[in-house]
């Protein structure tokens, strides 16, 4: 895996600008040299890429917003889909911190640690390791955003697609994928008020793969223990 692909991901992520045309050639070319993605994905990278010329600005970010920035059932913070508004949430944002300042990232003050964009930004810096472990304890909330944005028919799945090709999928993938084609609207925009009140915000109702996909909490935030511990070892 070339780390620049997890920067290419990383940027196509946030929010759509015009600082980003200028990049796209660089993109494809990255995108066209990653052995590790199959001549399928690559090609639905590529043409998600391509939309950025195609399409107008103003529309891709439109669609963005709607997708990303409306309800929680598409959050790009990881952490909300593992505990949602729980205090243990707090805890394992002060530990993704910790991370990242053990190993020379500092975050500007407007943003959550565990914002995926993010994630991938610091994961491109860092050895690959470091990516396999720590995305591949993300991969069921990867997975799921990925089949919840293909059942809507959005291209933003290739690039979730893409990161489950590079890490590898999780052994519940099928079953992931199951349940995102079962969900029906997201209840975080059908009943904003009242689920908003809400501590705990469970992403699947009552289907099995909710527990699958919480059960990555525990894994993922061992994984940043001891992705501490060997950060200090290093140095």
Avoid at 74 to 79: K, V
Avoid at 131 to 157: C, H, K, Q
């Amino acid at each position: 895996m070339n780390p620049l692909t997890l920067k290419v991901l990383s940027r196509l992520m946030v929010y759509p600008s015009a600082e980003l045309l200028p990049a796209l050639e660089e993109m494809r070319s990255i995108v066209k040299a990653e052995s590790s993605l199959d001549a399928g994905i690559r090609e639905r990278l590529l043409d998600f890429i391509d939309q950025f010329d195609e399409r107008e600005l103003g529309a891709v970010q439109e669609e963005y917003v709607s997708l990303f920035d409306r309800g929680r059932a598409l959050s790009l913070h990881l952490f909300e889909h593992v505990h949602g508004e729980s205090r243990d949430r707090g805890q394992a944002m002060v530990d993704l911190i910790n991370l990242y300042q053990e190993n020379g990232l500092e975050l500007d003050a407007r943003e959550l640690p565990d914002y995926l964009p993010l994630v991938l930004e610091y994961l491109s810096e860092r050895p690959p390791e470091d990516t396999f472990e720590l995305l591949g304890d993300a991969m069921p909330i990867i997975v799921l955003l990925g089949a919840r944005l293909r059942e809507r028919d959005s291209s933003y799945a290739s690039l979730f697609e893409s990161l489950e090709a590079l890490v590898g999928s999780p052994d519940n993938a099928e079953d992931l994928r199951e349940a995102a084609s079962q969900e029906g609207p997201d209840q975080t925009i059908v009943n904003m008020d009242e689920i908003w009140e809400e501590e705990q915000v469970r992403f699947m109702g009552n289907s099995e793969p909710t527990s699958d996909c919480g059960a990555a909490s525990a894994p993922l935030k061992r994984n940043l223990n001891q992705q501490q511990r060997t950060s200090r070892a290093r140095s």
